[in-house]
């Protein structure tokens, strides 16, 4: 169907969402987004700058590489960014300092991953070609990437899809946009109202059902509502949730094929910056890695706000599952106090504002993002297919090196939009 008074219902207002409303109802298309939550933007969450000081992100923080639909996106709504600099800090259980990101090897692993025809995963890559000792090193900082920065589990992710990632070096440009990534959300969702779509909250999608070629989208509060076509832009975990029509259900199920991982973020606002004064050093310090129990943190250099985020990703996440809020930030207190040879007391005496969210834990996303294992690529293009009257879309079906990312929500959710526009 290619009329324009086709109704398109939208089942989230994440980034994937809002960009697919957008293009949309730009396109003269009735438009409404159903989302479950009492706002718009899912897994980017500011948190309140009454708190914190600026409005920090309690989910997606940083915009990586090259990005070019987040940047020009940022360009019209009159966004600006501000680059990562600064140095790199690791605690190896005595010592502080700065970490040495080379390791001898890496022009070896460089000349295997080239070679490499057949995908498998990180696990079994090092255990064929670099069991040896002398790898330990190379092993563990491999391990520690794919768990904390991709929040992946190694005996499941693809080492071909990484393979980019890791040729160069794993450190592409990361920056941050100033005002956080909830500007970007309140710009998209005024463009989204400015051209007629409606975004209605406390919507939780239940089922979508299809009788004589019209579909019935069907919430947790009775609300029933019927479209011509559905995009489902949620998390993959909760695609199990919503009763779906015989043929979109069997799209939906190679969302098992995706990998998808959790993540812990803790922010905690000091008085002061306690860490420059206690060691003159770590005045441009950015990022700090370590094995204790919230094992990365990071500054807001080259700003100055005294805020220290810390950071649990991937599987092993599963050890702190218990613990609510609290729990947490006393986790990163201890993992402060520990690292910086201090007593817990003395760090939490200058603390002024402090959030903590596990992701897993949050009922409408149940994780931080997706990432691929060997399956993925194939279960990418089943549940991007155009057929039928059910879409899919989502940082999960980007098929680009940055997947998991804003970028990658937002480009899928153009290319679905792009596709109904296409019919």
């Not at 941050?176 to 975004?199: Q, S, T, V, W």
Request: glycine share 10%.
């Amino acid at each position: 169907m290619s009329n324009k008074s086709e109704h398109i219902i939208i089942v989230g207002a994440g980034a994937a969402g809002l960009m697919a409303a957008r293009a949309l109802a730009r396109a003269g298309r009735a438009v409404t987004i159903l989302e479950a939550r009492e706002r718009c933007g899912g897994r980017i969450h500011p948190l309140p700058a009454s708190e914190f000081g600026y409005p920090a992100d309690g989910g997606a923080e940083f915009i990586h590489g090259e990005a070019p639909v987040t940047r020009a996106l940022l360009r019209e709504a009159g966004l600006s960014l501000q680059g990562i600099a600064g140095t790199q800090w690791s605690f190896d259980g005595t010592k502080l300092s700065r970490e040495d990101r080379r390791d001898p090897h890496e022009a070896e692993l460089h000349t295997v991953l080239s070679q490499l025809k057949d995908d498998l995963t990180v696990a079994e890559f090092l255990r064929r070609h670099f069991a040896g000792e002398q790898y330990a090193r190379l092993r563990h900082s491999i391990e520690r990437m794919v768990e904390g920065y991709d929040a992946a589990d190694p005996e499941r992710a693809s080492i071909l899809a990484l393979r980019e990632e890791w040729m160069d070096g794993g450190h592409h440009a990361q920056a941050r946009i100033k005002g956080g990534y909830g500007a970007l959300i309140d710009f998209l969702a005024a463009e989204c109202r400015r051209h007629g779509a409606a975004i209605r909250f406390g919507s939780v999608v239940s089922a979508i059902e299809e009788e004589g070629g019209v579909l019935a989208v069907r919430c947790t509060s009775g609300e029933v509502h019927g479209c011509d076509r559905v995009i489902i832009t949620v998390p993959l975990p909760l695609l199990r949730d919503i009763a779906l029509p015989a043929s979109a259900r069997a799209k939906a199920a190679a969302a098992d094929d995706i990998g998808f991982g959790s993540v812990i973020k803790i922010v905690l606002r000091f008085a002061r910056p306690w860490w420059r004064e206690r060691k003159q050093d770590l005045a441009d310090m950015t990022f700090l890695l370590s094995g204790e129990t919230i094992p990365v943190w990071w500054t807001r250099y080259p700003d100055q706000h005294p805020v220290l985020t810390g950071w649990f990703g991937g599987p092993r996440t599963a050890e702190l599952q218990g613990l609510d809020p609290q729990g947490l930030i006393n986790a990163g207190i201890d993992s402060l106090a520990a690292i910086f040879g201090l007593s817990r007391e003395e760090i939490a005496r200058d603390l002024v504002a402090a959030a903590a969210i596990n992701w897993a834990h949050d009922p409408f996303a149940r994780g931080a993002y997706s990432w691929a294992t060997p399956r993925t690529r194939a279960a990418q293009a089943m549940l991007a297919r155009a057929d039928g009257p059910v879409l899919f879309s989502g940082e999960a079906l980007y098929r680009g090196r940055d997947m998991g990312t804003v970028e990658a929500a937002l480009t899928s959710g153009l290319e679905t939009a792009g596709m109904i526009l296409r019919a």
